[in-house]
């Protein structure tokens, strides 16, 4: 008989799964949804009044170094190339972001070269921190005061409700620092934004004829699910064990949208990096398709603050607290035998698309390795951290 499998979830890690498991099992793969689309927070969106595709739960950027994700992705939809430039606003000045030559021309006033600037900001660290133990440690070892004031210490307590002390130094090195013009947010080479929006690609990943997909259906793990041999959850740990050991810390984002006419601010996004404006960005969604035109404009600002229990939960906080609970979450789930965990929700990592894209590729294959040897089941991707 074919195996009957049930992934929770229709996100980027739910809807690779599915696909790669019905590709390469002939099984029978059931998706429930919560929400009433697909596509969990990367969905997209045309605004009916506009025609803007919006990227409903914030701005979405596929980049990666990895040339057979960008060819797995582009299998599926066709993408356009795509460099996200974001601005900062700070103190009634615009800036360009990632720190940069020009950055650094603008803030301190000069004109450096790539080799005065790399310098100048060897001045600038606190060379009393040798191994950055936080986020704070890593921008004062790196790029001093001034500018972790300007463009980090406000904007990141307002994204993450916490003293950058508190948070890990890896949320910092996400973002590069260049001694050169280059002001490409990502470092990443391929980089581009699919053509007809995210959900077009999730929905071509789930088509599928060994694939059901039913919205607005919420998971109770407590009811239990006997009909399946196994099931695929990539929805938040703790609510998993319904908060046994109480909630993770998230953050989730809201926006406040308006439609203007014209050109709002000139480019996809704008930062606020001040710590008494009370939003975080700015994002102008028709910036992030400049192949189409459109009179109108349609704005986000956005706003973050602590997920509640009706909130969708967007970034892993990550705090010292959170990740001793984790490890007992994690420690439960090993028990299960039928139950895997994957994604950015279920394993509780703040990650970016091609890194979960990849991620669920291995892991069906780490799966089905798994059935056909009748060993036991991958529980999670991979191990704590
Ligand atoms: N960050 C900041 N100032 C900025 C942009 C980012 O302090 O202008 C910090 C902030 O802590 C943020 C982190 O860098 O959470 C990662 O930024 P990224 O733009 O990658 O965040 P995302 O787009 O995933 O929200």
Redo the contacts with the bound molecule.
């Keep these: 008989m074919l195996s009957k499998y049930l992934i929770i979830g229709s996100g980027f890690s739910g809807a690779v799964l599915a696909h790669e498991l019905a590709k390469n099992s002939g099984c029978h793969i059931d998706v429930w949804e919560e929400r009433n689309h697909i596509a969990g927070n990367c969905h997209t969106e045309r605004d009916e009044e506009t025609g803007i595709m919006v990227h409903q739960y914030?701005?979405h950027?596929f980049n990666t170094n990895k040339k057979e994700i960008w060819d797995y992705v582009n299998s599926f939809t066709e993408f356009i190339p795509y460099v996200h430039r974001?601005k900062?606003m700070y103190s009634g000045k615009v800036y360009t972001?990632?720190v940069n030559l020009l950055t650094l021309n603008q803030f301190f006033n000069k004109t450096f070269t790539p080799s005065t600037a790399k310098e100048f900001l060897k001045t600038l660290g606190d060379k009393n921190i040798i191994e950055p133990k936080n986020?704070e440690e890593q921008?004062l070892s790196f790029i001093g005061k001034e500018l972790y004031k300007a463009?980090?210490?406000?904007?990141?307590k307002k994204?993450?409700g916490a003293e950058?002390k508190e948070?890990p130094a890896s949320?910092?090195k996400?973002?590069p620092v260049r001694f050169n013009y280059d002001d490409n947010?990502h470092n990443n080479f391929f980089t581009g934004i699919p053509k007809e929006g995210y959900s077009r690609l999730i929905e071509s990943l789930l088509d599928h004829p060994s694939i059901r997909i039913y919205l607005n259906k919420k998971f109770v793990p407590a009811a239990g699910v006997n009909e399946y041999d196994h099931i695929f959850y990539t929805g938040p740990i703790d609510a998993y064990f319904n908060y046994e050991f109480g909630r993770l810390g998230y953050r989730t984002?809201t926006f406040e949208s308006s439609v203007q006419d014209g050109d709002f601010q000139g480019t996809a996004?704008m930062?606020?990096?001040d710590e008494e404006i009370p939003y975080?960005?700015i994002t102008e969604h028709k910036h992030f398709t400049p192949w189409e035109s459109h009179e109108k404009t349609i704005i986000f600002k956005e706003f973050s603050k602590e997920t509640e229990v009706n909130d969708i939960p967007?970034?892993p906080k990550r705090l010292q607290k959170d990740k001793i609970l984790l490890t007992k979450y994690r420690q439960k789930a090993a028990l299960l035998s039928n139950v895997s965990f994957l994604g950015r929700l279920a394993t509780y990592r703040?990650m970016?698309m091609h890194n979960v894209i990849g991620e669920a590729i291995d892991f069906s294959k780490s799966f089905l390795k798994a059935v056909s040897s009748s060993s036991p089941r991958p529980v999670f991707p991979n191990k704590e951290d």
Excluded at 151 to 156: M, N, P, Q, S
């Design positions: 914030g701005p950027i974001v900062a972001l990632p986020f921008a463009f980090f210490y406000g904007y990141t994204q993450w950058p948070l949320v910092l996400r973002i947010y984002v996004q930062n606020y990096c975080t960005r967007y970034y703040y970016d």
